[in-house]
């Protein structure tokens, strides 16, 4: 029995190193497209380097759940998701409210205000460097636009023609757009694909080291009657 338990112990551990360590692909890719306006959206979620995941299809009428390999996403097995209508309404309690003297209410509200100074000196230093951190976690691989765009005014689509040139001119690697006017159709149609790894494992190192913080802030508050800084 355990021969056969330790290959899979194996086996799991070293999946869930590589969910950890691997870079995790998360892809978008929108349409909109003829008149009316038919629009496709399809969110892509891989693990291991994209090496296999899920991706949810969008459209106006039907959800699905599809799987994804290799970073494109595979036309069987579809998993069909219906959304249920919810006809059930709540309704609203009304609760009686009872007065308090003036006095009462004062010393609430200075408890209130002293609580929320305490809870400002623990997570506003810690989160900020947590928020600062966070652009580590994420890099942007593509974001590609394509199609066309235009109003009801052919005067405001020829204006916005000469914007739409001088941003096709710029050029970088990872962002391309190519967006032309349209003098027939008012509206946006076209394509967004949208390409962005980000590492888990990272993420929760960050998240762990903003805990690690706020328990020392809290322990120093407690025990060594200290009053940390706002920032």
């Keep these: 029995m355990l021969d056969l338990l330790l ?6 551990s ?8 691997l870079p995790i692909a998360l892809s978008l890719h929108f349409q909109r ?11 892509q979620l891989a693990f ?17 759940l599809v799987p994804v390999i290799l970073g494109k996403a595979m036309p069987f097995p579809i998993l069909s998701l219906k959304s249920k209508d919810n006809k059930t309404k709540k309704e609203s309690k009304t609760s009686d409210q009872v007065t308090s003297p003036k006095s009462a209410n004062d010393r609430a509200d200075k408890t209130q205000e002293g609580g929320l100074i305490g ?7 810690p ?12 890099g942007l691989r593509q974001l590609s636009i394509k199609g066309s765009l235009g109003f009801t005014n ?44 980000f590492h888990l494992g990272l993420l929760l190192l960050l998240f762990g080291r903003f805990g690690l913080h706020v328990a020392y ?10 009053q940390p800084g706002l920032i």
């Design 119 to 125: 809870m400002l000196r623990l997570l506003l230093k």
């Design 217 to 226: 802030r809290f322990l120093a508050v407690r025990l060594l009657r200290r």
């Design 14 to 21: 070293a999946l869930g190193l590589g969910v950890l360590c």
């Design 48 to 64: 291991l380097g994209g090496a296999i995941g899920l991706g949810f299809r969008f459209d106006e009428q039907h959800r699905f």
């Design 154 to 197: 052919p005067a405001q689509t020829g204006t916005l023609s000469s914007y739409l040139q001088a941003i096709k001119s710029l050029k970088n690697k990872k962002i391309k757009i190519d967006v032309g006017p349209d003098f027939i159709r008012p509206g946006a149609f076209g394509q967004l694909e949208f390409v962005a790894h």
């Design 33 to 43: 497209e003829g008149l009316p306006a038919n629009w496709q959206l399809l969110v």
């Design 127 to 138: 989160g900020l460097k947590l928020l600062i951190s966070l652009p580590q976690t994420i």
């Design 7 to 12: 290959p899979l112990l194996y086996a799991f």
